[in-house]
């Protein structure tokens, strides 16, 4: 079994990323701009933000943290992403989720300028990510897709079981698998026997944020498991959505929780953010 360190990759592509930033500030002086929109008090969210901006910080990025009460109308919010869409110093800009229940999210996140939706999370990338055009993709599935080419793990072909069907995590990492020519199963929810699926899967990708849902009869011999699971245990620990004890010794590779899935979107958010800066226009 060889574990998948997110961790270190996540430090490989912050590397590169700041020696483009570097780049691009000496060759264009651009510097590249993110601004996140945060609402509420949601501790995780608040926590998530926080790790944003100080990678942010790290690569020499210009980044911008808007703050707002819950209790903020839709139209503030959507007047202010309207004003970073007008401002040239942001080349993306990032809605952490989840809004508040009276904020309508497909709706906010459709006034985003798709050339600066470093999320990936626009309709229009999303259009373009399953027609395989260049897009901006969800950090996480593109984190998830950096690991395999950094350990080499061939999909071409391959059974791969996408458990968890959700635009931000199971929906672009199945279309991101189906480009790059796996057989794809995605399972949500309503799915009737979940093992059924897992079982016959060459490479298992889960995220849902059900601590243990994959256990090891739900894992066949040698199988790569890509764990996109944070839940935050009572006892204040944290672990993913695969019971990592007992099923890490029947796979080929698998990804630890922390440490694994984890680093990579932030790094992917960074990466994306650049990939807008150089598109500037
Ligand atoms: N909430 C949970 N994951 C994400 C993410 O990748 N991006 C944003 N904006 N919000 C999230």
Redesign the pocket.
């Known amino acids: 079994m060889q574990l998948i360190d997110g961790k270190s990759l996540a430090s490989k592509v912050q590397s590169s990323v700041s020696a483009e930033v570097e780049q691009l500030k000496q060759e264009k002086n651009i510097v590249p701009g993110l601004a996140v929109i945060l609402i509420g008090d949601d501790p995780a969210?608040h926590a998530?933000v926080k790790m944003k901006a100080k990678a942010c910080e790290k690569v020499g990025f210009y980044s911008i943290t808007h703050h707002m009460p819950d209790t903020i109308s839709q139209d503030e919010i959507i007047a202010t992403i309207e004003m970073m869409n007008a401002n040239p110093r942001i080349d993306g800009i990032?809605?952490?989720?989840?809004l508040p229940k009276h904020v309508d999210t497909d709706k906010i996140l459709e006034v985003i300028d798709p050339n600066k939706d470093v999320?990936g999370f626009h309709a229009y990338n999303v259009g373009r990510l399953v027609t395989k055009l260049d897009a901006f993709v969800?950090?996480?599935p593109l984190g998830v897709m950096r690991m395999f080419e950094e350990y080499k793990i061939e999909l071409k072909g391959q059974n791969v079981c996408v458990v968890g069907a959700s635009n931000?995590v199971g929906k672009p990492m199945a279309a991101l698998l189906l480009n790059a020519d796996a057989t794809v199963t995605v399972t949500h929810i309503h799915t009737k026997d979940l093992k059924s699926h897992t079982l016959r899967a060459d490479i298992i990708v889960v995220g849902v944020g059900v601590p243990g849902l994959i256990k090891e009869d739900m894992v066949k011999e040698d199988a790569i498991v890509i764990d996109i699971g944070i839940n935050r245990l009572e006892d204040g620990s944290l672990v993913g959505d695969v019971d990592f004890a007992k099923v890490s010794p029947k796979c080929s590779y698998i990804t630890p929780v922390p440490g694994g899935v984890g680093p990579m979107?932030i790094a992917m958010l960074l990466s994306n953010t650049v990939k807008a800066a150089k598109g500037r226009v």
């Open positions: 969210s998530y990032l809605v952490q989720l989840p999320d969800a950090c996480t931000i979107t």
